[in-house]
């Protein structure tokens, strides 16, 4: 079944530590997106990728980084410079130019710093 | 003016009755528009896309008025499993430029 991963669903850290979020997805998708959801709030943009070795920044960068080596994976990481990092990241990834273009999301890692 | 705007309700609705949401856009060059449901604690997962033309799936209908720029749901007979989280989104011409998720609407089926 084509889809889109995520792992682990639940992670705790402790503060100063970094960690790294992981997404695959074997939909064959050149752009991949990460997003924060905080409690009641909508989705915000974290970075994103609309090709292999290439991401952008998106609204809320600061505090995190990320790579694109491989078109199947888009990982996050979570780095000591978030001050507020405990929220719920979703990671998605687009089709090609030429259809809807609707995203399609991974099923989420739920982070809390301790 | 915010890019996507929605009423973040909550709607609290009895079992049967017709509930409607709008959605308002700003970007006039926007070229795609969806539904998104995100039940609590979950992932959002696309419910419709939304046609000039408007569409219908079952008890579901969505409507696009780009004169106005806003979008709309309704959800007729409503159930009890339509309580979710239902999120407008907007995608723009130039694909350089992001999607635009909106907060959210919530929906409670009363029984």
């Known amino acids: 079944d084509g889809g889109i991963t995520q792992s682990p669903k639940y992670l705790f850290r402790k503060e100063g530590q970094n960690v790294t979020l992981s997404c695959e997805q074997n939909?064959?998708?050149?752009?991949m997106y990460w997003y924060r959801q905080d409690p009641g709030q909508g989705l915000r943009l974290i970075y994103y990728s609309q090709i292999v070795n290439d991401f952008q920044k998106g609204d809320i960068a600061e505090g995190y980084s990320v790579s694109r080596e491989k078109k199947e994976s888009f990982p996050l990481t979570v780095t000591s410079a978030q001050k507020n990092p405990t929220a719920f990241y979703l990671c998605a990834s687009e089709p090609p130019p030429g259809g809807h273009n609707e995203q399609f999301f991974g099923p989420g890692t739920r982070l809390t710093v301790l | 003016r915010k890019e996507v705007e929605q009423d973040p309700g909550p709607f609290n609705v009895p079992e049967g009755a017709t509930v409607a949401f709008n959605c308002t856009y700003s970007n006039s060059a926007s070229q795609s528009f969806f539904w998104y449901r995100q039940d609590c604690r979950k992932e959002p997962k696309l419910l419709m896309s939304?046609?000039?033309s408007g569409n219908e799936d079952g008890r579901f209908t969505a409507q696009l008025n780009r004169a106005s720029q806003y979008i709309s749901l309704l959800i007729r007979d409503s159930k009890l499993s339509d309580s979710a989280t239902y999120l407008c989104v907007v995608t723009p011409w130039n694909r350089d430029d992001k999607i635009i998720f909106g907060k959210g609407t919530r929906l409670h089926i009363l029984p």
């Open positions: 939909l064959n998708h050149d752009a």
């Open positions: 939304v046609y000039s």
